[in-house]
């Protein structure tokens, strides 16, 4: 299993400024993502975060808006650029264990609320 | 593409209540399929997962069973209590080479006791 700290827990920022959000693991894994969870809703991928290269993003997100760094196997950030209210949502870092029986682990998850 | 197609809520029951929340999916080849959890102002858990046809997952007094000819993977429980309240989320994740989940939209549920 894996173990995820995330910080911060929540914060509450001004419009037009950035927030970085970063994601610590216990072990060293290969697939680290990110997701966002807008009030509401379900799980939307934000990217792939690709150890020693760029993130790889989904369909609606770039990374202007969602820069994303790897440097290590155990360790993300995601910054949230040029905030808006629509960018309140709860942010949340993800690891997959590739094994035989693939799980997902997820960290608690960051509530971002900007005003 | 894949989807995960779930009961809509929210879901509102006594204590000691059954409880089924559905689950159906699309997907190519043969999934896994997963029940996360997500409790007030925390991340997500898994709760329970299979990995093949006829397969049951269980944990906690919840159980699923992935039934392929029905594309389903429904979450029960034969008595809930007021600490199962949350959201569930049902899964899948393939197994060619896309390693990414798919999550359903959620399901809101609240226990009264």
Known sequence: SAVISQKPSRDICQRGTSL????????QVTMM????????????????ANQGSEA????????????ISRPNLTFSTLTVSNMSPEDSSIYLCSVEDLGFYT???FGQGTRLTVV | GNSVTQMEGPVT?????????????TATG??????????PG?????????????DKGSNKGFEATYRKETTSFHLEKGSVQVSDSAVYFC?????????KLTFGTGTRLTIIP
């Not at chain 2, 029951?13 to 999916?25: D, H, K, Q, R, V």
């Not at chain 2, 899948?92 to 080479?97: A, R, Y």
């Open chain 1, 20 to 27: 970085t959000i970063q994601c610590q693991v216990d072990s």
């Open chain 2, 30 to 39: 043969y999934p896994s399929l997963f029940w996360y959890v997500q409790y």
């Open chain 2, 13 to 25: 029951l006594s204590e000691e209540a059954f409880l089924t929340i559905n689950c159906t999916y």
């Open chain 1, 103 to 105: 799980e997902a682990f």
């Open chain 1, 56 to 67: 790889t993003y989904e369909s609606g997100f770039v990374i202007d808006k969602f820069p």
């Open chain 2, 42 to 54: 925390e991340g997500l858990q898994l709760l329970l997962k299979a990995t093949k046809a006829d």
């Open chain 1, 33 to 48: 993502f990110w997701y966002r969870q807008q009030p509401g809703q379900s799980l939307t991928l934000i990217a792939t």
């Open chain 2, 91 to 99: 899964a899948l994740l393939t197994n060619f080479g896309n390693e």
